[in-house]
């Protein structure tokens, strides 16, 4: 769903809120039915930075990972919210449920990614060759299996915040990669959503923010959730 196709001036960047199942762009064995392709569709137009494959697409969401992304429509803002995500002046807020009782109210996870020593198709904190990662979390309800956490990226590798809680000891309910337990719950994938994002306009410079409501299935666990005991 398209939050804002926001244009001003000229055509600059557009907000969407992504599906949970949706591809952000073509890859190997995926080529069409993606967000790039629904975009290109809607506004016709997108940056070209990225080439052919990944037109406009200035940062990425997992296929099982819903909620509110950006993507810009020329060169111009393509670079400058590029730059923002870099210098962290623009902020990504996730909302996620994740197995276990997070004792702390909040905290930071310092831990670079990189590939999996031994499965390839994962990624890993890692402390050689890995990128530098952080994310931040704060914790907003307790239901003692699982816990409803806030995570704020300051920094945007693959998998982050899957690889990072699952670090601590906390997967995300449902995730099909970094999870080893099944969960008593139907979602399909990983109960991580990308609820706010703060940016600033690149051309106009105002300051602007965006929400995605949770998704129903996310919503449905929370409901069972605060239905049980809290802890």
């Known amino acids: 769903d398209v939050i804002a196709d926001v244009n001003k001036r000229v055509n600059d960047i557009i907000v ?9 762009h073509p ?14 569709a809607h506004c016709h137009d997108l940056s070209g930075i ?17 909620g509110v992304m950006v993507a810009a429509k020329n060169d111009v803002a393509h ?5 923002q995500i870099k210098e962290k ?6 909302v996620a449920i994740v197995r276990g009782n997070i004792k702390e109210d909040d905290g930071i996870i310092h831990g670079a990614i990189g590939r999996h ?17 952080t994310t931040k979390f704060k914790v907003l309800e307790r239901f003692g299996t699982y816990t409803l956490v806030e995570c704020t990226l300051l920094t945007g590798r693959t998998n982050q915040i899957r690889v990072h809680v699952a670090y601590i000891g906390h ?4 995730d099909p990669k970094y999870a080893t337990q099944k969960d008593p719950f139907k979602i399909s994938g990983q109960a991580l959503h990308s609820k706010n994002l703060i940016l600033v306009h690149p ?6 923010f965006f929400s995605a409501p949770v998704p129903a299935d996310m919503e449905k666990i929370l409901r069972i959730l605060r239905q049980g005991q809290k802890k």
């Open 171 to 174: 997967p995300l309910l449902g």
């Open 27 to 40: 890859a190997a064995g995926v080529y069409s039915g993606t967000l790039v392709n629904a975009l290109l």
């Open 117 to 133: 020593p031994v499965d390839r198709k994962k990624m890993a904190v890692v402390f050689e060759s890995g990128k530098p990662a």
């Open 16 to 24: 969407i809120d992504k599906a949970r199942g949706m591809v952000v």
């Open 203 to 208: 051309v106009t410079r105002e300051k602007m």
């Open 89 to 94: 002046s623009a902020q990504r807020q996730y």
């Open 50 to 66: 990225n080439g052919e494959i990944r037109p406009g697409i200035v940062h990425r969401l997992d296929k099982d990972t819903t």
């Open 79 to 83: 670079l400058d919210l590029a730059g």
